[in-house]
């Protein structure tokens, strides 16, 4: 069972080489939602091939057999060794660790951005202004939430940069790219060797909300990379907001989505060609997947004889 996970794992490694060489050219927006499809589907292979042949060991166990001897349920059709057998299970427990602590982690963030929204007394439109020295914007999702910008933020910008940020970071709320953003994490958390590939989604969202803030200032890509590079250069690093809250306009390679924005936006023919590929290898990566389904069947025919 076990080398099904070269299959998925080895069309991670593929896309991403084929984003990075740019290979594989997909809008923003499409290459979000392809690579959040492939990232989800990879780790929800490798958490259930490692699950089934933990649960084959257990089972399998003289203790656990006397009980069930009565009714045959397997996990695999052949016996798991005892190795094979002892590795899975640690390497499931420790996912399932991993991936509560992550959800745990994504919560906390949530709630500590939604109590700093409701701490933030001074608006201006439908931002909330943190009176504050350092610099940063964010955007907090779901109930509560909102677009945060400190005061120093909006004094290092002029007036067309602070629409950029305000429709930066509108487009991340909109688009809700902070789902694409957990997808990604808890699907680290179960796989750490997916974390290149979730960078790559990072990337992908902010140049989606690039691309929205470029459409709302009338198709202004050059305004757009400049208020991408001075925010960028203004924050220093320090966004200011709590993990796990949402997007930053100074987040992702920063010299890439500068770089993108002053070059022409795709085709849309190239990125429906770059879709249509990336959709071939989404598929073939779930494959890995579905080559378990005999090992399923091989269940059911167990159970009671």
Known sequence: M??????????????????ETRLLRLGPKMETAAATV??????????WVVT???????????????????????AAHREVGFIVGMVSLVLSAIMVIRLGCAIRRHRRGLRSGREICEQLGSTTGDMLVAESGRLFAYAVPGRGGG???????LDALSDAERHVLLA??????????HHNMVVAELAVAVLPILRPLANRIELATERAA????????????????????????????SSGRPTGTGLSMSGGPVTRRVEAMLEPDLDDSVSKMGMAAAVVLVLVAWAGSVVQLHHMSGLLSHICG
């Open 2 to 19: 076990s080398w099904t996970l070269l299959i998925p794992a080895a069309l991670v490694a593929v896309t991403w080489l084929a984003f």
């Open 38 to 47: 492939l990232i989800a589907g990879v780790a929800a292979t490798a958490l």
């Open 52 to 74: 089934a042949i933990a649960a084959g060991f257990i089972l399998e166990l003289p203790p656990v057999d006397s009980v069930f001897g009565w009714c045959r349920i397997r």
């Open 147 to 153: 677009v945060v910008v400190s005061s120093a933020m």
């Open 168 to 177: 930066h970071e509108r487009a991340h709320l909109s688009h809700r790219h």
């Open 210 to 237: 690039d691309e929205s803030a470029a459409l709302s200032m009338s198709g202004d890509r050059p305004l757009v990379a400049r208020a991408i590079a001075k925010a960028a250069i203004a924050s220093d690093g």
